[in-house]
């Protein structure tokens, strides 16, 4: 289970990273699976109906730090969304335009996250895939951002085998051009939270000055004024998220929703 500073990270960076937690056995399985691809399954599909027991994709959401991560964040017994296996050969094509995996979302008290599995290394020259932290509650369609080339405080990931990167679905990315000597191989699963997305962390730590200090944390490519409300869209999302509608950053959600009934004397 994931804590309340690494849920708070999580609402900030809109990303949870989890370096080589999947075993070796299981990693050196994968590219063969992946190879050969893994079957499409209905929208709304539960876990346990898409993918069979003793199957990859099974065993990968049932490593511990794996399912610690998504119970945190989306509940028990999630729905897929949607799967797909990447894969890039080796001085294939051009990078994919930067994009978030969703239509303009709304939603300030949900999201759905995104799963990325990395089986093998990925090293700089194989690209791997780019993300602009802190842009998921950004309100954008789809590849509005695909005219970006380059923006500051842009991630690019390395990471060695075995690792899982976790998105809120709003999160800008794009995987980029493979200019390694191997194909690159990447499987993603969406899933769709079936309960309240509340309070569902090791909430021990939820008083800890460490929630508040992730909260604040500011990315290079913020604006002046319209970081702002990037800080203020993540109150929102915390309050949703714990049940707490007194929690604020500086007053900022405070002072918008106030709306007294009692009548003046």
């Not at 999947?22 to 346990?48: K, S």
């Not at 109906?49 to 511990?64: I, T």
């Not at 999302?237 to 003046?264: E, I, K, Q």
């Amino acid at each position: 289970m994931l804590t309340s500073a690494q849920m708070a990270r999580f609402v900030a960076h809109g990303f949870l990273r989890l370096d080589a937690v999947v075993p070796d056995d299981l990693n050196e399985r994968a590219v063969d699976v992946l190879t050969a691809g893994i079957p499409a399954v209905p929208y709304g599909t539960p876990v346990a109906e898409a993918f069979p027991e003793g199957s990859l994709p099974r065993r990968l959401v049932a490593v511990p730090e794996v399912a610690g991560a998504l119970h945190s964040l989306v509940g028990p017994e999630p729905r897929i969304d949607h799967h797909a296996v990447h894969v890039r050969e080796p001085g294939q094509g051009s990078a994919q335009p930067l994009h978030g995996d969703a239509i303009i979302d709304v939603r300030p008290d949900a999201f759905d996250v995104q799963l990325m599995y990395y089986p093998r290394e990925v090293t700089l020259a194989a690209g791997g895939t780019l993300i602009v932290p802190g842009s998921h509650l950004r309100r954008t369609n789809e590849s509005d951002t695909g005219r970006y080339q380059n923006i500051r405080g842009q991630h690019r990931l390395t990471c060695p085998a075995g690792t899982v990167v976790i998105l809120h679905h709003g999160l800008w990315h794009g995987g980029r051009r493979n200019d390694g000597g191997e194909r690159r191989y990447m499987f993603k699963i969406r899933f769709n939270p079936t309960v309240r997305q509340r309070l569902l962390w090791d909430t021990r730590d939820l008083a800890d000055p460490a929630v508040a200090e992730e909260l604040r944390t500011q990315f290079p490519w913020y604006e002046q004024a319209t970081g702002r409300l990037e800080l203020h869209n993540r109150v929102r999302l915390w309050r949703a998220l714990t049940g707490d509608d007194t929690f604020d950053l500086d007053h900022w959600v405070t002072r918008v929703t106030n709306r007294p009934t009692r009548a003046a004397a």
